[in-house]
């Protein structure tokens, strides 16, 4: 299996403009640059679509999770911060938090915690990152 992303960049560094897409089309054209990464101007940014997909994947694996250990989610909702920071040679994401509330009917809070850290230790998109990985959990009655 295969997925495409690809990006159109214009110009330079500071003063270029790129455009997202995905072969999807969730994403046609969306607009990104060093404004929307840098300086918190509209349009996307890398670090953004790194935690939609991490998030996504977190949360796949662990539906997967939970069904091979007898539990269903009602809900889950996750997100995950990157961070990107100035470093030696330039920029590297030296961390990413994910965030997890779940209503998981007949789970304990221990039971979400052990399965959560399986999930977060096996989606595919945690296996590709080399940073460092954290995990909060609350799970709602």
Known sequence: MKRKGSVVWQ???KDG???ISTESGALASYPYGFASRFEGQK???PEELIGAAHS????MALSLILGEAGFTAEKMETSAVVTLE???NGYAITAIHLALTAKIPGATKED???LAAKAK???PVSKVLDTEITLDVTLED
Not at 56 to 59: L, N, P
């Open 11 to 13: 110009g330079g560094i």
């Open 56 to 59: 996504a994947c977190f949360t």
């Open 43 to 45: 349009g996307s940014n």
């Open 17 to 19: 403009k790129g455009e």
């Open 112 to 114: 979400l915690d052990e």
């Open 86 to 88: 100035q470093v030696e």
């Open 121 to 123: 230790v096996g989606c």
